[in-house]
Each structure stands twice: as C-alpha cells, then as structure tokens.
C-alpha cells in the first residue's frame, strides 16, 4: 500500500520558517517527479512546487519563488519543502504529491498519490 506521510507543519510568526516533509512507503518514487500542493479555507488547492525525479529541476508557483525551496532524498523516499520569509497568506493545509511521470507536472490531476496533509500557519 502506497502511503505519504507529510510532517513538520505547525504555527510560526511572519518571516519564521518551516521544513515540511513527506516520507513515502509502499514503493519507490525516485523516478517520479513529486510536488507540494497547499489548499486554504475556501480556496481551490494550488500549486507550490515540484521537483523533477533527479532532484536537480524544480518549478515553483511565483507566490512562493525566492522563498520556498524543494528538495528531495532518493535513498530515503524523502521530499522536502523549505519554507522561509512565511507569510500570513501562506496559511493552508499543505499536500505532498507524487506523478506517475519522470517530468516535472503542476497541474493536481497529474498526481497519482496524495498525503493526508499538514497544516501550516502563519500568524501576522
């Protein structure tokens, strides 16, 4: 069974900073791309950012580029999202994602396996 587990999330001040991560079991995702999703209160889930299988391509939605920075541990099954100058927009329940496919994918129907989430927020 095919699990991913998110942790790290949490409350922090304006401009704190939080390392998310998202272990994953069941199988290997070292060939898959994987992304971080966040979806707020009454928002639709968006795009944060996805990291080709390599781990040496990345994307990024432009609200968080120059802030948040992805990463992953192929041996460890391991994505990880380094969030830093937090802002209180940045409040959402956040998602880790793995895609069936080795390019990098943004769009949330092209994920196969979900995380249950982690909520992250940011008081002001």
């Known amino acids: 069974q095919v699990q991913l587990v998110e942790s790290g999330g949490g409350l922090v001040q304006a401009g704190g900073s939080l390392r998310l991560s998202c272990a994953a079991s069941?199988?290997?995702?070292?060939?898959?791309?994987m992304g971080w999703f966040r979806q707020a209160p009454g928002n639709e889930r968006e795009f944060v950012a996805a990291?080709?299988?390599?781990?040496?391509?990345?994307n990024y939605a432009d609200s968080v580029k120059g802030r948040f920075t992805i990463s992953r541990d192929n041996v460890k099954n391991t994505v990880y999202l380094e969030m830093n100058s937090l802002k209180p927009e940045d409040t959402a329940v956040y998602y880790c994602?793995?895609?069936?496919?080795?390019?990098?994918?943004?769009?949330?129907?092209?994920?196969?396996?979900w995380g249950q989430g982690t909520q992250v927020t940011v008081s002001s």
């Open positions: 994602a793995a895609s069936p496919y080795t390019r990098i994918v943004v769009n949330s129907y092209e994920y196969a396996y």
């Open positions: 069941g199988r290997t995702f070292s060939s898959n791309s």
């Open positions: 990291v080709h299988w390599s781990g040496v391509y990345a």
